[in-house]
Protein backbone atom coordinates (compact mmCIF):
# COMPACT_ATOMS: atom_id res chain seq x y z
CA UNK A 1 0.00 0.00 0.00
CA UNK A 2 1.13 3.36 -0.85
CA UNK A 3 2.17 5.92 1.90
CA UNK A 4 1.61 6.11 5.70
CA UNK A 5 -1.17 7.44 6.62
CA UNK A 6 -0.62 11.03 8.49
CA UNK A 7 -1.15 10.88 12.37
CA UNK A 8 -3.96 13.56 12.70
CA UNK A 9 -5.85 12.85 10.12
CA UNK A 10 -5.94 8.92 11.19
CA UNK A 11 -7.10 10.17 14.45
CA UNK A 12 -9.74 12.52 13.29
CA UNK A 13 -11.43 10.31 11.41
CA UNK A 14 -10.98 7.51 14.03
CA UNK A 15 -9.08 4.88 12.30
CA UNK A 16 -7.24 1.92 14.20
CA UNK A 17 -4.00 3.33 15.63
CA UNK A 18 -1.97 0.26 14.44
CA UNK A 19 -2.77 0.27 10.75
CA UNK A 20 -4.63 3.70 10.46
CA UNK A 21 -7.03 2.01 7.97
CA UNK A 22 -9.41 0.04 9.68
CA UNK A 23 -12.47 1.93 10.67
CA UNK A 24 -13.01 1.79 14.62
CA UNK A 25 -16.49 2.60 14.70
CA UNK A 26 -19.16 0.32 12.97
CA UNK A 27 -21.03 3.30 11.78
CA UNK A 28 -19.66 5.92 10.14
CA UNK A 29 -21.93 8.43 11.33
CA UNK A 30 -21.45 9.52 14.73
CA UNK A 31 -24.91 11.10 14.82
CA UNK A 32 -26.99 7.65 14.82
CA UNK A 33 -27.10 7.82 18.32
CA UNK A 34 -27.96 4.31 18.86
CA UNK A 35 -24.59 3.35 17.07
CA UNK A 36 -22.62 5.63 18.45
CA UNK A 37 -20.20 3.88 19.75
CA UNK A 38 -20.51 0.66 18.87
CA UNK A 39 -17.47 -0.76 17.50
CA UNK A 40 -16.35 -3.95 16.19
CA UNK A 41 -13.84 -6.49 18.87
CA UNK A 42 -11.18 -6.00 16.46
CA UNK A 43 -10.05 -3.66 13.33
CA UNK A 44 -11.38 -5.10 10.47
CA UNK A 45 -7.81 -4.44 8.42
CA UNK A 46 -4.98 -5.76 11.08
CA UNK A 47 -7.08 -7.59 13.20
CA UNK A 48 -5.91 -4.64 16.43
CA UNK A 49 -8.01 -5.39 19.54
CA UNK A 50 -9.93 -1.84 20.14
CA UNK A 51 -10.85 -2.86 24.19
CA UNK A 52 -7.66 -3.64 25.23
CA UNK A 53 -9.11 -4.49 28.77
CA UNK A 54 -12.22 -4.38 30.70
CA UNK A 55 -13.14 -1.00 30.96
CA UNK A 56 -10.79 0.44 29.10
CA UNK A 57 -13.02 3.20 27.91
CA UNK A 58 -13.71 4.69 31.09
CA UNK A 59 -10.79 6.61 31.13
CA UNK A 60 -11.90 8.75 28.36
CA UNK A 61 -14.16 10.04 30.20
CA UNK A 62 -11.50 12.76 31.29
CA UNK A 63 -10.22 13.19 27.61
CA UNK A 64 -13.45 14.20 26.32
CA UNK A 65 -13.46 16.56 29.13
CA UNK A 66 -10.14 17.84 28.26
CA UNK A 67 -11.73 18.27 24.49
CA UNK A 68 -14.90 19.79 26.14
CA UNK A 69 -12.56 22.49 28.19
CA UNK A 70 -9.92 23.38 25.12
CA UNK A 71 -13.84 23.62 22.88
CA UNK A 72 -15.00 26.17 25.11
CA UNK A 73 -11.55 28.05 25.57
CA UNK A 74 -11.43 28.55 21.96
CA UNK A 75 -14.83 29.64 21.28
CA UNK A 76 -15.13 32.06 24.44
CA UNK A 77 -11.61 33.36 22.45
CA UNK A 78 -13.07 33.80 18.91
CA UNK A 79 -16.68 35.32 20.75
CA UNK A 80 -14.40 37.37 22.06
CA UNK A 81 -12.67 38.71 19.12
CA UNK A 82 -15.79 39.02 16.67
CA UNK A 83 -18.57 39.63 19.10
CA UNK A 84 -16.82 40.63 22.37
CA UNK A 85 -18.01 40.58 25.97
CA UNK A 86 -20.09 43.54 27.38
CA UNK A 87 -21.40 43.85 30.90
CA UNK A 88 -24.12 46.02 29.96
CA UNK A 89 -26.22 43.30 27.48
CA UNK A 90 -26.79 39.65 27.14
CA UNK A 91 -23.32 38.83 25.16
CA UNK A 92 -22.02 36.61 27.46
CA UNK A 93 -25.43 34.83 28.00
CA UNK A 94 -25.81 34.26 24.55
CA UNK A 95 -22.15 32.72 24.02
CA UNK A 96 -23.20 30.79 26.97
CA UNK A 97 -25.98 28.97 25.53
CA UNK A 98 -24.54 28.85 21.99
CA UNK A 99 -21.33 27.12 23.10
CA UNK A 100 -23.39 24.66 25.33
CA UNK A 101 -25.45 24.15 22.35
CA UNK A 102 -22.52 23.70 20.15
CA UNK A 103 -20.93 20.86 22.61
CA UNK A 104 -24.35 19.43 22.69
CA UNK A 105 -24.49 18.74 18.82
CA UNK A 106 -20.55 17.73 18.62
CA UNK A 107 -21.02 15.40 22.18
CA UNK A 108 -21.06 11.96 19.64
CA UNK A 109 -18.30 13.04 17.68
CA UNK A 110 -16.14 14.13 21.00
CA UNK A 111 -16.86 10.73 22.46
CA UNK A 112 -15.81 9.51 19.58
CA UNK A 113 -12.89 11.45 19.32
CA UNK A 114 -11.69 10.22 22.73
CA UNK A 115 -11.69 6.83 22.15
CA UNK A 116 -9.69 7.46 19.21
CA UNK A 117 -7.58 9.45 21.34
CA UNK A 118 -6.99 7.49 24.05
CA UNK A 119 -6.61 4.41 22.21
CA UNK A 120 -3.36 6.22 20.27
CA UNK A 121 -1.83 6.98 23.30
CA UNK A 122 -1.75 3.03 23.57
CA UNK A 123 -1.17 1.76 20.67
CA UNK A 124 1.30 3.03 18.06
CA UNK A 125 1.38 2.89 14.12
CA UNK A 126 2.77 0.02 12.76
CA UNK A 127 3.81 -0.19 8.91
CA UNK A 128 4.26 -3.99 8.80
CA UNK A 129 1.08 -4.43 10.15
CA UNK A 130 0.03 -6.85 7.43
CA UNK A 131 2.64 -9.56 8.72
CA UNK A 132 2.90 -8.31 12.42
CA UNK A 133 1.02 -9.79 14.99
CA UNK A 134 -1.65 -6.83 16.29
CA UNK A 135 -0.74 -5.48 20.42
CA UNK A 136 -2.26 -7.07 22.77
CA UNK A 137 -2.16 -4.93 26.02
CA UNK A 138 0.44 -6.27 28.36
CA UNK A 139 1.37 -5.17 31.78
CA UNK A 140 4.44 -6.99 32.01
CA UNK A 141 5.62 -5.87 28.72
CA UNK A 142 7.24 -2.39 28.75
CA UNK A 143 6.42 -1.88 25.31
CA UNK A 144 2.98 0.10 25.77
CA UNK A 145 4.99 2.81 28.06
CA UNK A 146 8.02 3.28 25.42
CA UNK A 147 6.60 5.33 22.47
CA UNK A 148 8.61 3.45 19.80
CA UNK A 149 8.48 6.20 17.07
CA UNK A 150 7.46 9.59 17.32
CA UNK A 151 3.47 9.46 15.69
CA UNK A 152 4.38 12.86 14.24
CA UNK A 153 6.87 12.30 11.60
ZN1 LIG B 1 -6.05 -1.84 12.20
Not at 11 to 39: A, Y
Not at 71 to 96: A, M, N, P, Q, V
Amino acid sequence: MAGKPGFFWSLLTQKCPHCRRGDMFSNPNPWNLKEMTKMPAHCPVCGQLFELEVGFWYGTAYVSYLLTVIFSGLSFGLWWLTIGFSLEDKRFFWWLGINGFLLLVLQPWIMRLSRAMYLYFFVSYDEHFESSPPKTFDYSSEDYFLKKEDPLK
